[in-house]
């Protein structure tokens, strides 16, 4: 009753400090200023509260050239690459058609004009300017570049903040003191001066968001080191139910930080087969959602900003402002488009309960973790004395990002953790029996893991090499091992020949011409088999070359690989704080056996195997055809492989300790560290905490909440 | 409560999961035997090209045709769907009717095949083309005006235009299974005594590859806004039951038999005694 009653108070005091750090990191600036709010440029027949007097704004513009990034370039010519491909698909002849804003040069770069509003705004006096927001009716997008001066000296520059015709407006950070703003705005449309509202504020703005990150980060730092032997007790015996909060904790976060920004990988073609399959046989897409799946949602950078965006999404949301789309689609959906249910589950549910579209889409996203979060609980849960391991790599910041985002790769991380806990349970209880409901929910979840990336499946032939003693007798290891064969086989097969179940595909499915990732420009899966074919040895090159080159990459050419996707990655020193960390986590696992030699070699042997077949996945369907590199394939590809890697250290030293009695340094270090109350769970759950903690408060809050 | 359904669930596992495979196995095999026919749609011409607008070819007469010649893409074609503008009228009763027939080698534009000779930078792009692209041939039929009577008749429909709303694109479907290859589809109306304003069909001015839009025998300029309906079989089950039969039978496999384990211990006791 009394450790309970220090529990209480432990969790109040956690709530007023937080709110106490988000009043005195983000709001001590502003605390005493004397204004809340000032506008300028107020047009008579405005709104004149808050209008400020006594400045000056002078304007003028002028028309010029700006050459289109790299990307942007590339953008328009993988659309002009899909469009002669279609042409010619349907027998037309292809000419390109480029907008008109945009001019080639003679050598052949793409331009865009501009107009170029250079503002001088003289404030009229001293003001501590927080945020500066600029309203603008644009009907292309724009932006603006912002240098403030005190006392005629140049005190900040280079601030840009971009302005979306959507919401007309753009809003960003200036943070210091300042008399007179200069001014450039961007933009394709030409402005004149009454067209422009300036606006400068200085107010408390407290977020519950960034009060929750607080909460959360002296909620973890509590409970690892403060929380007594009770509550280490229980994180030891069950440190499921730890990665269930923490996941939970670091997810919610992730997902109330980013809104409805899609800055996850192809988030906006998942959100798309989501929301149609978060409906019945008619699909009403409202124009919302077709800006979301069509990627043209407007992106927020600051809490002001996402205001006026979730207004403006609200708006376009409802059915009588916009009248929404009709579409069609069939009762069974496709094999592939099923990984979508948790997130569909979400939107269905957002609808039924009437919330705005930013709270739809984070229920979307809610369902996706929760959904993680239940698979990856039950895979801890299962895993025998190896839970922390299986633990560390379910709070991996890649995996609780790409959980709270709209993306079917949470279930490939979650179901495949789980089908190779299962796995190496098996591998590990050797003497043991394999029961039915194991090799049930083993090959269960390898299957559901692989339903939108089949050639993981790979990964569950493992089981090929367990030993007869493992079955009930030598036919039912026949029978258990070509049943395995045959799962392999048909859901290989169908990558080649997928079963078409809808109307529409048909076309698609059976033509292989056409098969191609068309993000990339020169793709064909016919064509890049045919070279692979003739020129074997040339392309065994090249994929050790993109192999060993991506090891090379993350270990020693300093890439980060701890990443928020688009929002941005941790240091590359905390690739190697994660790969010690495993190390520990396997080494000194409570684990009452180790692997042995023989399943070790064929595991680093499947994991070869796995690698070299996404690599080359990769290079039929996504690089051009006969490219020296393979193209497209990301780091987190090899996540499902951490824990066949790391559960060939399990148990080190222990056989040898069995058979000579002789106690190696890995196995007195675990016998020492079992003494201590938790510290093993403790440190893992502890780095695991400071780095997603660490990344949420760079990436999330401090780029887009602020 | 829970470890009862457990021990239930492992008791009975040697029935249910047994059976369960045997299901799959069924659902596996049953699926490839029946599978599901399902409408395959397919735009055509149905959005116009920048400055192009569509308008209405009205009917001026029961003797009017309006005739349409394309090639399958080597299915059976199902039907059609063609916008229908009924002049704001109800139209009760007025029928339009749809024939099919099949071009003959006699319909050949004999111009192309007898004076000219293709255009070799066309043949290299026909032979670059994919397969379902390949359809230049029926280029050749595609003659100023057309000759109905050396054609076969593969169906005859109708359609009340009374069921369907005005600029609907009702689904026209063919009788025949052999409305197959080059065809020419002919459209005209039975006003069956109603004196309303005849009906039109909704055209624009695009020019499409390999296809021509004919107003009494003679070609027009433009062509009919339509779908081309086909067919195709899926296979909704057959994913999931051949996965589940291996999965269930991967489970059964390492049951452990009741009548086999009391044998066991039968021939062990006998050994023992």
């Not at chain 1, 990034?69 to 590339?74: I, K, R």
């Not at chain 1, 093993?680 to 602020?706: D, F, K, P, Q």
């Not at chain 2, 359609?159 to 299974?177: I, K, R, S, T, V």
Request: aromatic share 12%; with cysteine; hydrophobic share 45%.
């Amino acid at each position: 009753m009394k450790k309970t009653k220090r529990h209480i108070i432990a969790v109040l005091l956690i709530i007023v400090l937080a709110s106490l750090l988000e009043i005195v990191v983000f709001n001590r600036d502003v605390i005493n200023s004397p204004y809340t709010f000032l506008r300028f440029n107020v047009a008579d027949n405005e709104d004149q509260t808050h209008a400020a007097s006594g400045y000056t704004m002078q304007t003028e513009v002028v028309d010029y050239l700006s050459p289109l990034t790299e990307e942007e370039t590339n953008e328009i010519k993988v659309r002009q690459d899909n469009e002669r491909i279609l042409a010619e698909y349907r027998g037309e002849e292809y000419k390109p058609v480029y907008d008109e804003n945009i001019v080639v040069g003679d050598d052949g770069t793409l331009y865009r004009k501009f107009k170029q509003m250079d503002i001088s705004l003289d404030l009229g006096g001293d003001y501590y300017i927080k945020k500066l927001k600029l309203e603008a009716g644009l009907d292309t997008f724009g932006g603006f570049l912002v240098e403030a001066y005190r006392d005629d000296q140049l005190v900040k520059d280079n601030m840009y903040c971009s302005v979306d015709p959507k919401i007309d407006a753009g809003v960003m950070y200036v943070g210091c003191h300042a008399d007179h703003l200069k001014i450039v705005l961007s933009s394709e449309d030409i402005l004149s001066q009454d067209d422009i509202r300036i606006e400068i504020s200085a107010q408390v703005n407290f977020s519950l968001l960034r009060a929750s990150f607080f909460a959360v980060l002296l909620f973890a730092i509590y409970v690892l080191f403060f929380a007594g032997k009770e509550i280490w007790s229980v994180l030891h015996k069950k440190p499921e139910w730890f990665f269930a909060i923490f996941a939970l904790m670091l997810g919610g976060l992730i997902i109330e930080g980013l809104g409805t920004n899609m800055v996850s990988y192809d988030e906006y073609a998942h959100a798309k087969s989501a929301y149609k399959l978060s409906f019945g046989t008619t699909i009403e897409t409202t124009e919302a959602a077709m800006q979301m799946v069509g990627n043209t949602l407007p992106y927020f950078n600051n809490p002001e900003e996402r205001e006026l965006i979730e207004a403006y999404e609200d708006m376009i949301n409802d059915p009588d402002y916009i009248a929404p789309d009709i579409g069609h689609q069939t009762r069974l959906p496709r094999t592939e488009t099923r990984v979508y249910y948790p997130m569909a589950a979400g939107f269905y549910l957002g609808r039924v309960l009437h919330v705005g579209f930013a709270d739809m889409m984070e229920l979307a996203r809610l369902g996706n973790l929760l959904c993680y979060i239940f698979i990856v609980f039950f895979a801890v849960k299962k895993a025998k004395g190896y839970q922390m391991l299986v633990a560390a790599i379910g709070l991996l910041p890649n995996n609780i990002f790409v959980a709270s985002s709209l993306s079917y790769d949470m279930l490939v991380n979650a179901c495949l953790l789980l089908g190779y806990v299962l796995l190496v349970n098996e591998i590990l209880t050797s003497d043991e029996k394999i029961k039915p409901s194991n090799a049930f929910l083993m090959l269960f979840a390898f299957m559901v893991g692989c339903l939108s990336k089949p050639v993981y499946i790979i990964m569950s032939l493992m089981l090929l090499f367990l030993p007869k003693k493992k079955f009930q007798n030598r036919i039912s290891e026949v029978v258990f091992k070509a049943a395995l064969l045959g799962l392999n086989g048909f859901m290989l097969y169908n990558i080649f020949f997928p079963t078409p179940v809808a109307g529409g595909d048909y076309a698609l499915v059976t033509n292989n011409a056409y098969a191609g990732d068309k993000r990339n420009i020169g793709t064909s899966t016919m064509g890049q088999l045919k070279y692979v074919l003739e020129n074997p040895l040339t392309y065994a090159k090249i994929l050790l070359d993109s192999m060993f080159s991506m090891l090379a990459d993350y270990t020693v050419r300093k890439q980060s690989y701890i990443t928020y996707a688009y929002m941005g990655s941790a240091n590359y020193l905390i690739n190697w704080v994660m790969i010690g960390l495993g190390f520990f986590a396997a080494l000194f696992a409570n684990v009452k056996t180790s692997m042995g030699k023989v399943m070790g070699a064929l595991t680093h042997l499947m994991n070869f195997g796995v690698v070299a077949i996404v690599f080359s996945s990769m290079y039929i369907s996504y690089t051009p055809v006969g490219n020296p590199k393979i193209l497209g394939v990301q780091g987190r590809y090899v996540i499902p492989l951490f824990l066949p890697f790391l559960s060939c250290f399990l148990g080190w030293g222990i056989r040898k300790y069995e058979k000579t009695d002789k106690q190696g340094f890995i196995v007195k270090c675990r016998q020492r560290l079992s003494v201590l109350p938790a510290v093993y769970e403790r440190v893992i759950l502890g780095v695991m905490m400071a780095v997603s903690l660490w990344m949420t408060y760079h990436l999330i809050i401090l780029t887009i909440n602020v | 409560m829970l470890n009862k359904i457990k021990h239930f669930l492992s008791k009975y596992a040697y029935i249910y999961l047994p059976i369960g495979t045997l299901l799959c196995l069924a659902g596996f095999i049953g699926s490839y035997l029946f599978p599901n026919e399902v409408l395959d749609t397919y735009k055509v011409n149905v959005t116009e090209e920048e400055g192009d607008m569509e308008f209405v070819q009205y009917f001026t007469g029961a003797e009017n045709e309006i005739g349409y010649i394309m090639e399958t893409d080597g299915r059976a074609m199902k039907g059609f769907q063609i916008g229908i503008s009924k002049n704001g009228q109800a139209l009760e009763g007025t029928e339009l009717v749809y024939r099919v027939y099949a071009l003959n080698d006699e319909n050949r534009n004999h111009a192309l095949t007898e004076g000219e000779v293709p255009n070799e930078n066309e043949e290299l792009s026909n032979e670059e083309s994919f397969d379902n692209n390949n359809v230049s041939e029926i280029d050749e039929y595609l003659a100023e005006e057309v000759d109905i009577s050396s054609m076969t008749l593969l169906g005859e429909e109708v359609y009340d235009l009374g069921a369907c709303l005005d600029g609907q694109y009702p689904y026209l479907p063919f009788g025949n299974e052999l409305c197959t290859g080059k065809i020419y589809i002919t459209l005209t109306y039975r006003a069956n005594g109603n004196t309303e304003p005849a009906p039109g069909i909704f055209m624009n001015h695009s020019e499409i590859l390999h296809v021509a839009t004919y107003v009494d025998g003679k070609k027009m300029d433009g062509n009919l806004k339509c779908y081309y309906i086909y067919t195709h079989d899926t296979y909704p089950f057959l994913y999931d039951s051949r996965v589940m039969f291996c999965i269930l039978l991967a489970a059964t496999a390492c049951v452990a038999f009741p009548a086999y384990s009391k044998k066991k211990e039968v021939t062990k006791s006998d050994e023992e005694n």
